[in-house]
């Protein structure tokens, strides 16, 4: 018998490090989440591209097809936020001048609605305008980071990645819309960065099933050339044993 037998457990020191590394089950092979370097980023939930009436519908999209990522999505963000992990947020836009939209942006394909249009829910993809928001179902949060990119990647003209290395942030949980364009986009930026990149499929969507499909194989192909794919039931529970 031991000295401290029959005494109560002693509480973790306020100095005790951090949990982890939690083993998420993914493709190629198991993420290590380390919860203090961690980062769930989620990328352009806004009403103009979730909404009947914002820019995604203007291109000709269907928004029904993103709507389905918004319940996992949040359940994600609940957990996260519970376990007190960092989340930053990001939307796509442009100042009201559009001094920031290159020409071969607001033209590309010929619309017939552009970028800084009126439209139901303000001008298109404008900063500032409703339909610039993320979506009340993921509002961000007073003390999370929103990032404001006027490209589809994260990381290009903003300071994100001063932001997460000020963090000691290594690792991302990349969510949000769309798979194939500005989830890509930042994953690749991301990766050439020295993140470590985990995409729950299910909490990232597009307005193309297949170009999805073909999008999340393309991350986690070839061993992990971008990083890993699981699911967020499996980091849920991650978090939960955690
Ligand atoms: N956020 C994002 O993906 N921007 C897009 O324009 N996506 C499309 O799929 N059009």
């Known amino acids: 018998m031991n000295a401290s037998s029959g005494s109560a457990a002693l509480p973790p020191a306020a100095s005790s490090p951090p949990p982890g590394p939690l083993p998420i ?8 989440l380390t919860p203090a370097t ?32 918004i319940t996992p999505a949040r359940t994600l963000l609940a957990a996260w936020r519970s376990a007190g992990l960092a989340v930053f947020h990001t939307r796509e836009g442009h100042r009201a001048d559009l001094a920031d939209l290159p020409p ?17 829910m303000g001008r298109l993809l404008v900063r500032g305008e409703p339909g610039h928001a993320i979506i009340p179902e993921l509002a961000p949060l007073p003390d999370e ?12 003209a903003t300071d994100l990645h001063a932001l997460l290395r000020a963090r000691q942030i290594r690792q991302l949980v990349v969510i949000g819309v769309t798979t194939e364009v500005c989830v890509h986009t930042t994953v690749r930026e991301a990766n050439d ?21 073909a999008a999340i194989r393309m991350i986690s ?22």
């Not at 989620?42 to 009436?53: A, H, N, S, W």
């Open 104 to 120: 071969a942006k607001r033209n590309r394909g010929h619309p017939t609605v552009r970028i800084g249009d009126p439209g139901p």
């Open 221 to 242: 192909a070839q061993d992990g050339i971008f990083g890993w794919v699981s699911r967020s039931d499996k980091i849920l529970a991650a978090l939960a044993a955690g």
């Open 145 to 156: 980071t929103v990032i404001d990119k006027p490209g589809k990647g994260a990381f290009w």
């Open 193 to 213: 960065r020295g993140y470590d990149c985990l995409v729950p499929a299910d909490c990232v969507g597009s307005y193309f099933p297949d170009l999805h499909t």
């Open 38 to 69: 961690c980062a769930l980023l989620v990328i352009d939930m806004q009403r103009d591209f979730l909404e009947p009436g914002g820019f995604g519908e203007s291109l000709g999209n269907d928004v029904a097809l993103l709507r389905r990522v």
């Open 25 to 32: 089950s993914a493709e190629p092979y198991a993420f290590e």
